[in-house]
C-alpha cells in the first residue's frame, strides 16, 4: 500500500489556516502579481487595521506582517528579482509613517505597540499565480531602546584621530535581513511629528523638511519638521523660541537664526532668505541677508539645502 506523504503546510498545520484566513484565495489561474500590487496590497492592509484597531483617540495598526503567495510568484521575486522584497518593504513603511503622520495632524495619538515592524513572505503549495493573503499582528513589545550600547571607533577622514563613542545597537539595526523572505525594522518614532495645534495654511501641511546631523547626540537621528505656516525661520542650537514657525536643528553648525523660508500660494513657490554664514541650495550659494534687507531666492521643491558646508537639509513637498 502507498503511503501519501504530507507536505511540510499540513505537518504544520498551516494548510487549511492560510486558505480560510484571506477571501481573496481564489480557484482561477490570474496573472502573475507585480511589486506595485504587492506594495499596495500591504498598505491597504495597513489602513484597514487602523480602521479595525482604533478606538477613542487612539491609532492602532498592526506591526507584523505574513505576507502569502503562490510558490511560482513567490520564486519570481526571490530568484528573478533577489532584493526586491526589501525595497517593498522600505517603500511600504515609509507610507505607514505618512498615513501616521496624516493621523496625528487630524489631533490622533498615535502610539505604537511595538519597538519594530516585521514582514514575512511565504509561499503555499495550493495558491495560483496571483493570489495572496495577508496576517496581520500586533506583536506588543517595548518601544523603549535597549540599554545596552555598542562602543565603535572610527577615525574620520578630516582629523585622521581615532574615536570611540558609544552608540546604540538600534541605529545600526535600521534594517536587518535574516533569510529569504523575513526583515525587520525598527520603528523609528523621530518621524513622526508631535504638534498638531498649529493654524496650517490652507488648512494643510505645505512642505515637509528633514536632516541628519553631525551632532554625536543626535548620531543616526532624522529630524523631520512640517511646514504649517507661511512663513517659517531655520534656526540652531541656540534658539530659545519655542513657535509653530521655527525649525530649531539642535546643532552648533547652524547659526540662530540661519534662514527663512516663505511660501506663496499664489505662484504656489516657496522662497528662501539666508542669516547665515553660508547657505548652498542645489549646490549653488545664496547670498546673505539681514533683516532690513532679504534677498528672497526661488527654492524648488525636492531641494537640497547645506548650511555651513555641513548640515544638509531636504524639503519636499506634503
Same mark, same amino acid.
Given at each position: ?16 489556516? =492560510?486558505?480560510? !484566513? ?8 490570474? /496573472? ?7 506594495? /499596495? ?13 482604533? =478606538? ?12 502569502? =503567495? ?58 495560483? !499565480? ?44 535600521? =534594517? ?16 513622526? $511629528?508631535?504638534?498638531? $495645534? ?105 531641494? !537640497? ?14
Amino acid at each position: 500500500m502507498t503511503k501519501t506523504k504530507s507536505s511540510f503546510w499540513q505537518r504544520m498545520g498551516f494548510h487549511d489556516w =492560510f486558505l480560510k !484566513r484571506e477571501i481573496e484565495y481564489t480557484t482561477h489561474q490570474t /496573472q502573475p502579481l507585480t511589486t506595485d500590487e504587492i506594495y /499596495q496590497y500591504i498598505v491597504d492592509k495597513f489602513e484597514n487595521s487602523i480602521k479595525e484597531l482604533s =478606538f477613542a483617540n487612539r491609532i492602532v495598526f498592526f506591526h507584523e506582517y505574513i505576507v502569502c =503567495f503562490n510558490q511560482e510568484d513567490y520564486n519570481q521575486f526571490t530568484q528573478n528579482k533577489n532584493g526586491i522584497f526589501g525595497l517593498i518593504v522600505q517603500e511600504s513603511v515609509k507610507k505607514f509613517y505618512d498615513i501616521l503622520n496624516q493621523e496625528i495632524q487630524n489631533g490622533k495619538t498615535v502610539a505604537p505597540s511595538s519597538n519594530k515592524w516585521v514582514f514575512r513572505f511565504v509561499a503555499h503549495p495550493e495558491y495560483l !499565480r496571483g493570489d495572496k493573503s495577508l496576517i496581520g499582528k500586533l506583536m506588543p513589545g517595548s518601544t523603549q531602546p535597549k540599554n545596552e550600547n555598542l562602543r565603535i571607533t572610527f577615525i574620520p577622514r578630516q582629523t585622521g584621530i581615532a574615536e570611540t563613542f558609544d552608540v546604540n545597537p538600534e541605529l545600526l539595526d535600521g =534594517f536587518i535581513f535574516y533569510s529569504d523572505g523575513y526583515y525587520e525594522v525598527a520603528y523609528d518614532n523621530h518621524l513622526m $511629528s508631535p504638534d498638531h $495645534s498649529v493654524t496650517s495654511v490652507n488648512g494643510k501641511v505645505v512642505a515637509r523638511l528633514e536632516t541628519i546631523i553631525p551632532d554625536r547626540e543626535y548620531a543616526g537621528k532624522k529630524i523631520e519638521y512640517f511646514m504649517k505656516d507661511k512663513e517659517i525661520t531655520v534656526s540652531g542650537k541656540d534658539e530659545n523660541k519655542e513657535q509653530s514657525n521655527i525649525f530649531r536643528i539642535p546643532s552648533e553648525w547652524v547659526n540662530t537664526p540661519h534662514l527663512k523660508i516663505r511660501y506663496d500660494d499664489k505662484d504656489d513657490s516657496f522662497y528662501l532668505a539666508s542669516y547665515g554664514e553660508k547657505t548652498i541650495v542645489n549646490e549653488t550659494q545664496i547670498p546673505s541677508s539681514n533683516h532690513n534687507d532679504l534677498k528672497w531666492v526661488r527654492l524648488p521643491l525636492n531641494s !537640497r539645502i547645506v548650511l555651513n558646508g555641513i548640515v544638509g537639509v531636504n524639503i519636499f513637498k506634503s
